[in-house]
């Protein structure tokens, strides 16, 4: 198994601002992911965090709003840019030790802007 | 596209009754199928899985069936129990992909 720590777990933040989110993981997993639970909504995946590279971005999501940084194995950080009322989300980071395994999530980021 | 439907809650039980959520899917080629749940104040937790027409997948009392023909998987329970009350996702994930497409979550509330 593996342990999430996201950081921090909540915040309200001014619009027009950026946030930063932090993803650590206790041991190296080859796949990260951040996923985006709007309210009254399912989750939403955001991106793939790849190392090294840059992300793989879903439809609907850039990197200018979200760029994603993934320097090693065990943490990555995902930042809201310029942030909106609408962004106003629940924002969970989720990784995979390899390819096929189980999926461990973060207990989340609740964002609120106003 | 590929996409999961669940039943809207929340769903509101007495312990020990039996339980029900529905899952049906659309997705292109043979998805894995998985139902998550999130009890209050935690992260969300892998509850079951099913990667192949037919597959039962079970954990803590709880099963679901993966029904190709009716495209669904439907999450079941025999007798809940107060401990139960959280919401559950369902989701599927592609053939060869480890992204997760998720229903909209059912919360589940049991009352002793």
């Known amino acids: 198994s593996a342990v999430i720590s996201q950081k921090p777990s909540r915040d309200i933040c001014q619009r027009g601002t950026s946030l930063t989110i932090q993803c650590q993981v206790d041991?190296?997993?080859?796949?990260m992911f951040w996923y985006r639970q709007q309210p009254g909504q399912s989750l939403t995946l955001i991106a793939t965090?790849?190392?090294?590279?840059?992300?793989?971005?879903e439809s609907g999501f850039v990197i200018d709003k979200f760029p994603i940084s993934r320097p090693n194995l065990t943490f990555s950080t995902l930042t809201v840019s310029n942030m909106s009322p609408e962004d106003s989300s629940i924002y969970l980071c989720?990784?995979?030790?390899?390819?096929?395994?189980?999926?461990?999530f973060g207990q989340g980021t609740r964002l609120t802007v106003v | 596209g590929n996409s999961v439907t669940q039943m809207e809650g929340p769903v509101t039980l007495s312990e020990e009754a039996f339980l029900t959520i529905n899952c049906t899917y659309t997705a292109t080629g043979y998805p894995s199928l998985f139902w998550y749940v999130q009890y209050p104040g935690e992260g969300l937790q892998l509850l079951l899985k099913?990667?192949?027409?037919?597959d039962k997948g079970s954990n803590k009392g709880f099963e679901a069936t993966y029904r190709k023909e009716t495209t669904s998987f439907h999450l079941e329970k025999g007798s809940v129990q107060v401990s139960d009350s959280a919401v559950y996702f369902c989701?599927?994930?592609?053939?060869?992909?480890?992204?997760?497409?998720f229903g909209t979550g059912t919360r589940l509330q049991v009352f002793p």
């Open positions: 989720s990784v995979l030790s390899a390819p096929g395994t189980e999926a461990f």
């Open positions: 989701a599927l994930s592609l053939y060869n992909t480890d992204k997760l497409i």
């Open positions: 099913a990667t192949k027409a037919d």
């Open positions: 965090a790849n190392q090294g590279s840059e992300a793989t971005y």
């Open positions: 041991s190296q997993v080859t796949m």
